[in-house]
C-alpha cells in the first residue's frame, strides 16, 4: 500500500470528472433509463405487465444489497478504472440478451445480473474514483458535478433513444403497429444504447488514469476482516448510512410529483409529464450550483439546509394546503422539496472526508454504508403504492409527505450530529 505525495503530484483534470458522469448514468441506462422513458413500449415489447416488470427490478434490488456489501471492499483491492470498464462492458453484454425479449424468467435473472454489474463491479469504485478527484478541498464539487452531470446525461442518453426510435417508426404510424414492427424498431434502441455503454467503458480504460494526479488510487494488497471492523468503528460511517437512507427515501419520493399534478391539481397527463420533465433538468443544475457552494461553505451545512427544505416542502404538501385552487403554491412548494432532495444527494458522499474516513478504506465504507442507505429501492415504493391505494386522492399524498417529512427529520439529525461532532474533533 503506498501513498502519493501532494507536493509533487498535479490535480486530477476535468475530463476525468466527466468520464465519472458518463459512465455513472451510461451504466444505468439498459436496466433503468430506456424502461422509465419507454415504459408502455417496454411493456408491449416484453409481453409483460407493471408488476412483472417491477418483479424484475425486485430481483435487480436484491442482487444490488448484497453487491453493496461484498463490492465495496473490491473497491479498495483493484483500480477503479478497470473495475468501472469491466462494468459497463458487461452491462452492455446483457444488452444483447435484453434486444432478444426473453420470456419473463430470463428477463428477471438478466435483471439479477445487472444489479451485479452495476453494483458489485461499479458502485463503489466510481464513488472512490470521484472523492479521489475531489482532493482536499473540492469535495463538494465533486460530487455535485457527479450527481448533476449525471442527471444531464440520463436525460441525453433517454433522447437519443427516442431519435433513434423515431427513425425507425414515425409519430403517425405509432398507433397499430403489429408486435414485431414495435420489436424491431425497440431492438435498434436497445443495440445503440449497449454501444454506447460499451464504448464509454473503452474511454475509462483509456484515459481514467489517476495515479499521476494529488489523490493517486491507493489499493491495498488484500481484504481483510479488520479492515472491516476498522470502517465499523466509525461513527461517521454509521451516520453516513442514516443520512443516506433518508436523502434516498426523499429522491424516490419525487416520483410522486407527476402524479399529485393528476389527482390532486388537476393536470392532464400532459401538464403532468411536464412537471416530471422540469425536475428531470432540475437535478443538473442544482447538483452544480451545490457542489460549488459546499466548497465554499461546508458540505455538512448545505446537507442540514438541504434536509430543512425537505422538511419545509414535505409540510406544506403534507398539511393539504396545495390544492388545485394553488397552481402557484404547487410549483413553488415542488421547487423546495426538489432543492432540498437534491441537496442532500449530491452532498452525502463529500462529507467522507470531513467524517475521517481513510482514503484507502472509501470502497469498504460506501459499501457498508450503501448496504442500508440504498435500502429505500425495496421498501418505499411498496409503502407509498398502498398510502396512495387505501386512500386515493389528496388524503393518500398526504401520507407519503408525512412519510418524506419523518425521514427528512431523521436525517437532520444525523446531519447536525455529524457536524458537530466531527467539527470539535477538527477544532
Avoid at 472523492?131 to 437519443?160: D, H, M, T
Avoid at 417508426?169 to 398507433?175: A, G, H, K, L, R
Wanted: positive net charge; aromatic residues 14%.
Amino acid at each position: 500500500m503506498s501513498y502519493a505525495s501532494d507536493a509533487s503530484a498535479q490535480k486530477a483534470p476535468l475530463y476525468i470528472l466527466f468520464l465519472l458522469i458518463l459512465a455513472g448514468e451510461a451504466v444505468f441506462i439498459l436496466p433503468f433509463v430506456l424502461a422509465r422513458v419507454f415504459r408502455p413500449t417496454v411493456l408491449e415489447v416484453f409481453q409483460v405487465d407493471n408488476l412483472q416488470l417491477g418483479l424484475c427490478f425486485s430481483v435487480y434490488g436484491v442482487v444490488a444489497m448484497l453487491s453493496y456489501l461484498f463490492g465495496g471492499p473490491l473497491a479498495d483491492r483493484y483500480s477503479s478504472r478497470k473495475l468501472i470498464a469491466i462494468a459497463l462492458w458487461l452491462t452492455a453484454i446483457g444488452g444483447i440478451l435484453f434486444a432478444t425479449f426473453p420470456q419473463l424468467l430470463v428477463l428477471q435473472i438478466l435483471y439479477g445480473y445487472w444489479g451485479f454489474t452495476t453494483i458489485f463491479l461499479f458502485w463503489a469504485p466510481m464513488i472512490k474514483a470521484t472523492r479521489l478527484w475531489g482532493g482536499n478541498n473540492s469535495q463538494g464539487k465533486a460530487f455535485g458535478f457527479l450527481e448533476g452531470g449525471r442527471g444531464l446525461v440520463g436525460a441525453l442518453f433517454g433522447s437519443i433513444g427516442l431519435l433513434v426510435f423515431s427513425f425507425v417508426i414515425s409519430n403517425d404510424e405509432y398507433q397499430g403497429l403489429d408486435l414485431s414492427t414495435n420489436r424491431a424498431a425497440f431492438r435498434q434502441v436497445i443495440l445503440v444504447c449497449a454501444g454506447m455503454v460499451a464504448f464509454v467503458g473503452l474511454l475509462v480504460w483509456r484515459f481514467m488514469r489517476l495515479d499521476n494526479y494529488a489523490a493517486k488510487e491507493i489499493v491495498i494488497d488484500k481484504i481483510s476482516y479488520d479492515q472491516i471492523k476498522q470502517v465499523l468503528r466509525l461513527p461517521s460511517v454509521w451516520l453516513l448510512m442514516i443520512i443516506i437512507l433518508c436523502a434516498y427515501v426523499g429522491y424516490k419520493i419525487t416520483d410522486l410529483f407527476s402524479l399529485y399534478a393528476n389527482d390532486v391539481m388537476q393536470y392532464d397527463p400532459v401538464q403532468s409529464a411536464q412537471v416530471g420533465t422540469v425536475l428531470l433538468y432540475m437535478r443538473p443544475v442544482l447538483g452544480v450550483i451545490i457542489g460549488l457552494l459546499a466548497d465554499r461553505t461546508q458540505s455538512t451545512i448545505m446537507l442540514i439546509l438541504g434536509f430543512v427544505l425537505a422538511i419545509i416542502g414535505a409540510i406544506l404538501f403534507a398539511t393539504g394546503s396545495i390544492i388545485s385552487s394553488a397552481p402557484l403554491l404547487f410549483i413553488v412548494s415542488t421547487l423546495i422539496v426538489a432543492t432540498g432532495v437534491y441537496a442532500t444527494r449530491s452532498l452525502y458522499f463529500a462529507i467522507m472526508k470531513k467524517g475521517q474516513i481513510p482514503l484507502y478504506l472509501t470502497g469498504t465504507a460506501v459499501g457498508l454504508a450503501s448496504l442500508l442507505g440504498y435500502t429505500p429501492d425495496v421498501f418505499v415504493g411498496p409503502v407509498t403504492g398502498y398510502m396512495l391505494e387505501n386512500a386515493p386522492g389528496i388524503k393518500g399524498h398526504q401520507h407519503a409527505f408525512w412519510f418524506l417529512g419523518c425521514f427528512s427529520m431523521i436525517g437532520l439529525i444525523a446531519s447536525v450530529v455529524f457536524h458537530r461532532y466531527y467539527n470539535r474533533i477538527e477544532s
